[in-house]
Structure formats: structure tokens, C-alpha cells
């Protein structure tokens, strides 16, 4: 059966959120459309028969990619086919490729029509959801973006089956924290560990479709993050930190370490309790996600001072009232180092 979500653009149609099997949703969805596609080399190598009958880009695989350097390239390219404001740009691909295609298309010749096939969880889950499009400068998470939905976005579960274990664990992390802010829940059925959820589709797909529906109803109340949306960078804070510091963990591992230490930021304002930070801890071990890092709080403070979440000398945080549900504080950074012990 077809599980469609959307999410409302102003004075447009609305971004269509397709959980269906990709060679029957993405015809439909691209309704005579020609696309330039934009893609990376794994998916290039596990599905040729999806990308055959299109004109594509290739750029490389990792989050060293996902720079200015690379939109220039695609710029190149699309130069290169011709391509004017009436071109279409099909992102498929993970996280990186449909974030690097959502900033392509909106700035190539003041903006084309896109969508995007999700291929990871992450993507699936979170990135490719909501409009935030974006690029790294000097190792700093998107400094460099833009707010503006693709036409559709279609999320095909079985697409995982290709992935590393590593990279659905990762894409775990931005699904349990969901549940985090705004679905005990969600986050009761992703206690279930790992094997539970990836040992049953119907789970699996209906984590995915409570994922997307808690990112679309936020997006929807406040689609240029002045209030609500902020809710969803729970974790982000010190994952964003941890990501400059380090390049031991990937994305979603970073996440998973934020949830639990803003968890405990939140125990230390007295807003949750030790035995929910322990409940969420076991959680995130359960999925088989990391809970802790090597780097020092000291480190992980100064690198906070570069985030784009920073007001002047405050930062917002994401804090938890219980497992489900959350509120953003705007804290100053001489409160933070009392909380961090620094």
C-alpha cells in the first residue's frame, strides 16, 4: 500500500513524502519530468537499472565532499548539459547527496525544480526531509545553505538492504531522537534494540513513516527554525562539535553521543531524571550506537562558540522535559561551562 505524507509549502503545492518502492513512486512522482540526476559512486555502483535511463552527475562519497568546491562542480557540469532554469535535478543518494542537490538546485541560475530519492536511513529519517539544504566550510557543519523543500522525496525501505551496518545504526540515532522530543512512543518502540527493528519490516517501515511525521508537523508550524524547528537539532549541539573535533565518528554516531550528553545537560537543570538519562543511555547502546567520546569538554566548549546555533554569547539548546517531550532554552555560554564543569 502507498504511505504518503506532505508537507505544506507556501503558495506552492506540497512537498510529497513517498514511503513506497521506488520504481513505481518516482515515475509518478516525476510526471514527465526529464532530470539530471545527482548521485555518488555507491549508488551508481548498486543500482546502474535506476539511473540508466537519465543524465547524471557523479561526486565522490564521504562528508569531505560536501563542500562549496563540489557545488561548483555540479554547477560546471550543469553548464557543461545545457541546463537553464527549466531543468529538473533529481537528487538520489544519502544525506550528503541530497543536501549537496537541494543547494545546487536552489541557487543554479537563481533556483530549478528538484526532488530527491532518500537511500539511507539518515536521509530517509531526517536529511532529506524539510528543506534544509546546505554545505560544509572548513569542516564547519552547513555554514553555508538554504531553506527550500523539494517537490517529493521518495523513501524506499528495501534501498537500505545495500547500506553498511554502520550507516542504518547512524541513521537509528536521528530516528530515536525524534522520539526523544516529541514521541515517548516512537522512542519506546526503538528500545527494542538493532536486530528487533531490522528483524521486522512492518517495524521498520512504521519507524520510518513516525519519523517523517514528527519532521513534517515541526516543519510545517516553523519552516525557518524561529522557534519549533529548533526542537530537532536536539543532540546536534554537541554532535556538530564532536564532527569539527574528530573524524572518527560518522554523522548519526555523533548524534547518538549528543542525545545522551544533552540528556545529562538536562538532568543538571533538574528536568529530567538519572533514570531516564539511564533509560535513554541503554537505548541508544541498544541500537548499537556509541554513548561517549574520546574528546575533552573543554574542546567540545570552545567548538560550540562557532556553531550556527550561537546568538552573540548565547546558544540555544535543545532540553528535555521527559522522553517525548522538549522545549529550546537560550542559554548563555557562562551557564553552559557551569554545566559542562568547565
Avoid: W
Avoid at 506552492?12 to 513512486?25: H, N, Q
Avoid at 552527475?57 to 564521504?62: L, P
Avoid at 527554525?225 to 554516531?253: C, P, V
Avoid at 541500537?287 to 540555544?316: M, N, Q, V, Y
Wanted: charged fraction near 25%; aromatic fraction near 6%; include cysteine.
Amino acid at each position: 500500500m502507498n504511505t504518503f505524507l506532505d508537507i505544506t509549502r507556501e503558495g506552492r503545492t506540497p512537498s510529497r513524502i513517498a514511503i513506497d518502492d521506488v520504481r513505481t513512486a518516482l515515475p509518478a512522482l516525476l510526471d514527465g519530468r526529464d532530470p539530471i540526476v545527482i548521485t555518488d559512486t555507491n549508488i551508481e555502483r548498486y543500482y546502474p537499472e535506476l539511473l540508466s535511463p537519465y543524465r547524471r552527475i557523479t561526486i565522490g562519497v564521504g562528508e569531505e565532499n560536501k563542500t562549496l568546491d563540489t557545488v561548483a562542480y555540479i554547477y560546471r557540469r550543469l553548464m557543461d548539459m545545457g541546463a537553464d532554469r527549466s531543468s529538473y535535478l533529481l537528487g538520489i543518494g544519502g544525506g550528503i547527496v541530497t543536501d549537496i542537490t537541494g543547494f545546487a538546485a536552489s541557487t543554479y541560475m537563481r533556483g530549478t525544480g528538484f526532488g530527491f530519492v532518500a537511500t539511507t536511513l539518515l536521509s530517509q529519517v531526517d536529511a532529506s526531509v524539510g528543506g534544509k539544504n546546505g554545505v560544509n566550510v572548513e569542516g564547519y557543519k552547513n555554514m553555508a545553505g538554504c531553506f527550500n523543500q523539494p517537490d517529493f522525496v521518495v523513501c524506499d525501505p528495501s534501498m537500505l538492504r545495500t547500506l553498511p551496518e554502520r550507516e542504518i545504526k547512524g541513521g537509528m540515532a536521528e530516528a530515536i531522537k525524534a522520539g526523544l522530543i516529541k514521541s515517548a512512543a516512537l522512542f519506546d518502540k526503538m528500545e527494542a534494540g538493532y536486530d528487533a527493528v531490522m528483524g521486522d519490516a512492518a517495524l521498520l517501515r512504521d519507524i520510518i513513516r513516525e519519523a517523517i511525521a514528527i519532521k513534517a508537523a515541526v516543519v510545517e508550524a516553523d519552516f525557518k527554525e524561529s522557534g519549533e524547528r529548533k526542537k530537532l537539532n536536539f543532540g546536534h549541539t554537541i554532535a556538530h562539535a564532536i564532527e569539527k573535533l574528530s573524524r572518527r565518528y560518522i554523522h548519526g554516531e555523533a548524534v547518538a553521543i549528543g542525545c545522551v550528553y544533552e540528556a545529562e545537560l538536562s538532568r543538571r537543570l533538574g528536568t529530567v531524571g538519572a533514570d531516564d538519562v539511564a533509560r535513554i543511555t541503554a537505548a541508544i547502546e541498544r541500537l548499537g550506537l556509541p554513548t561517549r567520546c574520546d574528546i575533552d569538554d573543554k574542546s567540545l566548549f570552545e567548538a560550540l562558540h562557532l556553531d550556527k546555533k550561537r546568538h552573540g554569547d548565547r546558544i540555544a539548546l535543545v532540553i528535555l522535559d521527559s522522553i517525548g517531550t522538549s522545549r529550546v532554552e537560550e542559554m548563555g555560554f557562562d551557564r553552559l561551562a557551569e554545566l559542562m564543569d568547565i
